[in-house]
């Protein structure tokens, strides 16, 4: 029946199965009477087609995904969906994968799923990054108007990310700022959690619309709040006790991250509560959030082991220093001002005391 | 000093009770903000002992909140006198939009760097100071829409404001944190100036600020004719 040719086809248990599609509705904030729609979705004989395409970027997101243990996404996603275009993943190559790409265009406008991973190149008509004889620009100008829905995957498809960073030579941007006329859901994370690509994935599949998002563009039910506000060491950190160092005592009890640069108190994500691979996170590993699922990823987040961001010097080239010491040194100035000012209002006194003195003396 | 050759001085009422309110509700809202606000960037104390709870942070957050509530209330009156005070409290006074006024700009200039003697008789604020305590209350504004941001990351349109101002929470941050040495830097100068101008000056202006009254040179204010005194 219907449960054996799931199995046969999934080498998934019935009950496994479940366990996958229950575990994406509670990502998704979703009530128990969400899984069997979700199932009924994601096992309809017209699987959805994908489209991922790669810019630039370092696959990560890619690698990200593959590792996704639960719900079992590795053979989710290429069973269940028809993934018909992804450079890592597929076995066709040259003309014929670049042939396969526009047939799956044309045969499912409108009903496709676009995902991009990496930045948009714009710089010099974008001829930094081309795949196939095309630039980036192109290719997704091409594609993006002929999808139902797009998914930026990544910190480099959502804000530019890393490629972004000042100078930002090759004039990278995320898909949002070159696709303005429909809605690009914005998976953001250097890399995203698995689970909130596939939850949007699912969500889709299951409603035929998309998630609520954010004024950015991600998805509310995982990047709904801030690290901070549901961190495990956020105890820690009302209670004043902190890390000062890394290997420290504080360290090594657990204590907050805060003054060694955790970056959790400005980032959303759900980090805390979703864990990477169900196993762990940055924080719980003892290391700072490094902001990565916020817009302004590596300038305005480094350095990473400093609360804020460094002021650059307008004046020298290049030069950053800490906010924390243009302010002491502007009050420190302001300071030596003031007491300049009071000397010399003491001298003048002084001086025109003397003058008087002097001139009542010529009377006498 | 040497104009007022009467040797007379009038007391004039200037300030009122809304004003002082304003003004010391601000000072002490300001002080608590910039003292938890340092604290709250760097805290310098970790409390490495957990045999009693200090809740060291959460404290100083209450704090920080509290006062700027504080801050905000006494900002929307001085906001409401700017446009509905009486004729000292208002922002044409204080700001160099007419010659007398651009006049005693560069008055107050020269008195500061020692080149005039005289004092400029003026019942409300000296145009150079009226002008800076505006762009404090711009600077204040702006920490108000930070620390609104950051308090309520995920309110509405708390949010929609503050990704349009700021486009991320770390800017914010940035932004909250670097305009709180302007906060330093201005109550410096200005509690410097104000011993300054009690020596300097005749206005008694410190106690002025309790009073809501200055000393003004009976020459001068029988001069201007418009001036009411008490």
Not at chain 1, 36 to 50: G, H, L, Q
Not at chain 1, 277 to 295: F, K, L, M, Q, S
Not at chain 2, 20 to 45: D, K
Not at chain 2, 106 to 124: D, N, Q, S, T, V
Request: with cysteine.
């Amino acid at each position: 029946m219907k449960e054996k040719e799931l199995h046969g086809k999934l080498s998934l248990s019935r009950r496994r199965f479940l366990k996958v599609c229950a575990s994406a509705a509670a990502a998704l904030g979703l009530g128990s009477e969400a899984v069997p729609k979700i199932a009924e979705a994601v096992t309809s004989p017209k699987r959805p087609p994908v489209i991922w395409l790669h810019f630039m970027e370092c696959t990560g997101c890619s690698e990200s995904l593959l590792r996704a243990d639960s719900p079992d996404l590795a053979t989710l996603i290429l069973d269940l969906v028809s993934l018909d275009y992804h450079e890592t993943l597929m076995a066709a190559a040259g003309h014929q994968a670049e042939k396969s790409l526009m047939d799956s265009v044309e045969a499912n406008a409108g009903k496709f799923v676009l995902v991009v991973e990496g930045a948009v190149c714009t710089g010099d008509g974008g001829v930094y990054c081309k795949v196939a004889g095309k630039t980036n620009l192109e290719t997704l100008e091409e594609i993006a108007p002929k999808a139902g829905a797009i998914i930026a995957v990544g910190t480099c498809a959502t804000f530019g990310g890393i490629q972004a960073a000042a100078p930002n030579p090759t004039g990278a941007v995320g898909v949002r700022d070159v696709i303005k006329n429909k809605p690009v859901v914005n998976i953001a994370g250097c890399p995203p959690s698995p689970n909130n690509f596939l939850s949007t994935v699912l969500y889709y599949l299951t409603y035929g619309r998309l998630p609520a998002l954010d004024e950015l563009g991600r998805p509310k039910f995982a990047y709904g709040r801030k690290i901070h506000d549901h961190c495990e060491r956020r105890p820690h950190f009302d209670e004043g006790r902190f890390v000062e160092s890394f290997g420290d005592e504080g360290h090594k009890a657990g204590y907050c991250l805060y003054k060694v640069g955790c970056k959790g108190p400005a980032t959303f994500a759900n980090c805390p509560v979703q864990r990477f691979c169900d196993v762990n996170w940055p924080v719980g590993a003892g290391h700072g959030c490094i902001g990565c699922t916020e817009p302004g990823f590596w300038d305005r987040m480094s350095p990473f082991y400093e609360h804020l961001p460094d002021v650059r010097i307008p004046a020298g080239d290049g030069i950053y220093v800490e906010a924390e010491k243009i302010g002491k040194w502007a009050v420190a100035g302001a300071a030596a001002a003031l007491a300049g000012h009071a000397a010399l209002g003491v001298g003048k006194k002084v001086l025109d005391s003397r003058k008087c003195s002097s001139d009542s003396g010529k009377e006498d | 000093m040497g104009a007022n050759a009467s040797g007379y001085y009038v007391r004039v009422p200037v300030w009122s009770v809304a004003l002082r309110l304003y003004h010391w509700t601000f000072a002490l809202s300001c002080i608590t903000l910039i003292l938890t606000g340092l604290y709250i960037n760097y805290p310098p104390i970790s409390t490495w002992a957990e045999f009693m709870p200090s809740f060291s942070m959460a404290t100083m957050r209450t704090w920080h909140f509290a006062a700027a509530f504080f801050f905000m209330s006494a900002l929307a009156v001085r906001f409401y006198l700017y446009l509905f005070g009486n004729r000292y409290e208002k922002i044409q006074d204080c700001t160099p939009v007419s010659v007398r006024n651009i006049k005693s700009l560069f008055h107050a200039i020269m008195f500061y760097l020692y080149m005039l003697k005289e004092h400029e008789a003026r019942p409300g604020h000296n145009v150079l100071a009226g002008t800076f305590y505006c762009f404090v209350v711009f600077i204040s504004l702006l920490m108000i829409v930070s620390g609104l941001y950051l308090m309520y990351p995920e309110t509405g349109w708390i949010q929609s404001m503050g990704n349009a101002i700021f486009g991320s929470q770390q800017m914010a941050r940035f932004i909250h944190y670097a305009m709180t040495w302007f906060f330093i830097f201005f109550t410096m100068i200005h509690v410097y100036l104000c011993i300054w101008n009690d020596i300097f000056g005749s206005e008694g202006i410190i106690s002025g600020i309790f009073s809501g009254r200055k000393m003004l040179p009976a020459d001068a204010v029988a001069k201007d004719g418009t001036i009411e005194t008490e």
